[in-house]
């Protein structure tokens, strides 16, 4: 059962342009959404995350929208760079079982190209 | 500051080995959490620690177990490897047990032949 659904699997961008990958949940305990930036041979890097409470969240070119009705949320990469050309991740977790467990999406292998 | 530290960074191992994976934790995080990484995939959650007890378990075998010593650094270990334990094991820590950002290792590679 895959509680955290990611789109795109891939996503190919002009230099400038917008990068968009959305994510849907089921679990509605989710109260804690992360994304992550993976190259290939690191472990995740932190980007940014939400918490249910807002409705958007911006640091930098990034930026999360959080739509709670639909389950859903979305990350924004603006002015996208080759540099950022990598893997990324959407996570949810909650954090009222005692336990603290990320549940990860499938990932979205973002190129950007010049 | 360092950051989350892994060792070994890879390691091959055959089939019905045992292995064992360490991690260190950024200065002042008391939480550790262990996942699995396979190839293509995002990450899946084996095991959290906090102040040294289980606090969480995913859905793995028996074969795996962790624990947390007082300095609150981990251990993963698994037991009779299968060629489908090959993957990324990360660990996370975060300062709190719950509800703050968890920050990743590098990673150790496991290949299973």
């Known amino acids: 059962q895959q509680q955290v659904k990611q789109s795109p699997q891939s996503l190919i961008v002009q230099k400038g342009g917008i990068s968009i990958i959305n994510c849907a949940y089921e679990?509605?305990?989710?109260?804690?959404f992360p994304w992550y930036q993976q190259f290939p041979g690191k472990g995740p890097a932190l980007l940014i995350a939400?918490?249910?409470?807002?409705s958007e969240k911006k640091e930098g070119r990034f930026t999360i929208s959080f739509n709670k009705s639909a389950k859903q949320f979305s990350l924004h990469i603006m002015d996208s760079q080759p540099g950022d050309s990598a893997t990324y991740f959407c996570?949810?977790?909650?954090?009222?079982?005692?336990?603290?467990?990320?549940?990860f999406g499938k990932g979205t292998k973002l190129s950007v190209i010049p | 500051d360092a950051g989350v530290t892994q060792s070994p960074t890879h390691l091959i191992k055959t089939r019905g080995q045992h292995v064992t994976l360490r991690c260190s934790p950024i200065?002042?995080?008391?939480?550790v959490s262990w996942y699995q990484q396979v190839l293509g995939q995002g990450p899946q959650f084996i095991f959290q620690?906090?102040?040294?007890?289980?606090?969480g378990r995913g859905n793995f075998p028996d074969r795996f177990s962790a624990r947390q010593f007082p300095n609150y650094s981990s251990e993963l270990n698994v037991n009779a490897l299968l060629l489908g334990d090959s993957a990324l094991y990360l660990c996370?820590?975060?300062?709190?047990?719950?509800?703050?950002?968890?920050?990743f290792g590098q990673g150790t590679r496991l290949t299973v032949v």
């Open positions: 939400i918490r249910p409470d807002v």
């Open positions: 679990n509605t305990a989710f109260d804690y």
């Open positions: 996370a820590s975060s300062f709190l047990g719950q509800g703050t950002e968890a920050f």
């Open positions: 620690y906090y102040e040294k007890e289980e606090r």
């Open positions: 200065s002042g995080h008391k939480s």
């Open positions: 996570a949810a977790a909650y954090s009222g079982a005692g336990s603290y467990q990320l549940t």
